[in-house]
């Protein structure tokens, strides 16, 4: 039910989406209430322009992306590697026929490097979709045509392939693979996308520690750098406000323990 209803919920929510609906509605409106429909349309029209002009994305990314800083290796021991889906795109790999990734993938690329770094840990991708719709494939299937491009053996990888948001992903790896305690397990997935992952292994019993990639942003809010295109900064607004959006769903909901988990200790 909380899996539909966020999907459902979150169509309409894109603020880009939300703005230009409203700007539509607000023209129609003009037809018969003119200035009520006018000044609708404009709020509209100047959300677009400020949202997609001004920093105000990236500012809200950099907030999520410096909450857990680049992984830095230490020596220490490398028990197993998971890595979250989202960078696939299952309906153009099963159309084309060679795995295609969205801005994500590095994500898979993080996987490879890991996979060489530390040859006695375990690789687990979870991921099954994140689609309502019935999907060509899984995104687990992606990831798998993909290995070879990465170098690393399929029978070197778990796959938990039952998953359809973070909060599954946690829960339903931590059944696969049990971990032990005291093990080290390294979270690979996108640095805006970590503390909402982080408070969801928390939250299923599952320490791990962070490997952020895929950042956005170079960690500097950049107040007076303005986007080269509307189309840029309505990106990383509509990427930013899912995100928080998640934060704070995920809380209420009891997913996980924190509004906006931290780095431990």
Partial sequence: MFFAASKLVWMVAVPS??????????????????????????????????????????????????????????????????VLGG???????????????????????????????????????????????PQAMQEAEVVRLALPQIGVEESRVEFERASRNTAENARLARALLQPKPGERWLLVTSGYHMPRAVGCFEAAGFPVVPYPVDFRTAGEAGWLRPFDSVAQGLGFFDLAVREWIGLAAYYLTGRIASPFPAPAG
């Avoid at 209430?33 to 809200?60: E, N």
């Avoid at 099963?94 to 996979?115: D, K, N, T, V, Y």
């Fill in 17 to 82: 989406t939300f703005l230009t609906l409203l700007a539509a509605l607000g023209l129609l409106l003009a037809l018969r209430w003119r200035r009520v429909g006018l000044a609708i349309a404009a709020l509209g029209g100047a959300g677009l322009l400020l949202a997609g002009l001004g920093p105000f994305g990236r500012v809200l990314l950099v907030e999520l992306e410096n909450r857990f800083p680049a992984y830095a290796d230490d020596g220490g021991r490398v028990d197993g590697v998971i």
């Fill in 87 to 133: 960078a696939e795109l299952p309906v153009i790999t099963a159309a084309r026929g060679q795995p295609s990734f969205q801005e994500s993938a590095e994500r898979i690329l993080a996987m490879g490097e890991l996979a060489r770094r530390y040859p006695q840990a375990r690789l687990v991708f979870a991921g099954g979709g994140g689609s309502l719709s």
